[in-house]
């Protein structure tokens, strides 16, 4: 069965430094997700991306935040300067379509760890 | 943001049926409604979706009243494996059909 793929499981960065966190989506879904659950808390949406450009983002996503499909099977979060409260898990998801009928796959999910 | 209600938690002993409750009063005509479960430091597993008629799959049942304004997961014989927090959710729909997530359901089987 397809499923989603994130890379690495775990990363462990300084305070400052940029981050990439990397995400395969189902080869044939045209829609893609960056969500993210601090620990303890609720899941929450970051970006959603379509046709090679953001379509909706959260107001967490701010200018630190970048998202990027560099090729046809990778889909890339980066953050450019870390902050110790972007620690957490970082979950990709992909979509066939925006139809209902059309459910989200979710990745296994990076944690990142700022200290 | 939340557009369902879940009780916070529930215990189901092993091997027996779970039934997970969700309220959606305000679900519209055309709204599906998903059902996720995150075990414990993993990613949002899809279970089932459903629109007004009953669906079943190789992981649950859904029950969904005729009014549309609450469900049911079933778990039909829940192991150890399936504890972990269930989510019940309505579509945002809009250019990216995001998923809202609340606070779910944790559900403890126990042995």
């Known amino acids: 069965e397809p499923e989603v793929t994130q890379t690495p499981s775990h990363q462990v960065t300084q305070m400052g430094q940029e981050v990439i966190l990397r995400c395969v989506p189902i080869s044939n879904h045209l829609y893609f997700y960056w969500y993210r659950q601090i620990l303890g808390q609720k899941v929450e949406f970051l970006v959603s991306?379509?046709?090679?450009?953001?379509?909706?983002k959260s107001e967490i996503f701010d200018d630190q935040f970048s998202v990027e499909r560099p090729d046809g099977s990778n889909f890339t979060l980066k953050i450019r300067s870390t902050k110790l409260e972007d620690s957490a898990m970082y979950f990709c998801?992909?979509?066939?379509?925006?139809?209902?009928?059309?459910?989200?796959?979710f990745g296994p999910g990076t944690r990142l760890t700022v200290t | 943001d939340a557009k369902t209600t879940q009780p916070p938690s529930m215990d189901c002993a092993e091997g027996r049926a779970a039934n997970l409750p969700c309220n959606h009063s305000t679900i519209s005509g055309n709204e599906y409604v998903y059902w996720y479960r995150q075990i414990h430091s993993q990613g949002p597993q899809y279970i089932i979706h459903?629109?007004?008629n009953n669906e079943t799959n190789e992981m649950a049942s859904l029950i969904i009243t005729e009014d549309r304004k609450s469900s049911t997961l079933i778990l039909p014989h829940a192991t150890l494996r399936d504890t972990a927090v269930y989510y019940c959710?309505?579509?945002?729909?809009?250019?990216?059909?995001?998923?809202?997530f609340g606070t779910g359901t944790l559900l403890a089987v126990q042995p």
């Open positions: 991306f379509y046709n090679n450009e953001i379509s909706e």
């Open positions: 959710i309505l579509p945002t729909g809009g250019a990216t059909n995001k998923l809202i």
């Open positions: 459903g629109l007004k």
């Open positions: 998801a992909s979509r066939l379509t925006l139809l209902q009928i059309n459910e989200q796959y």
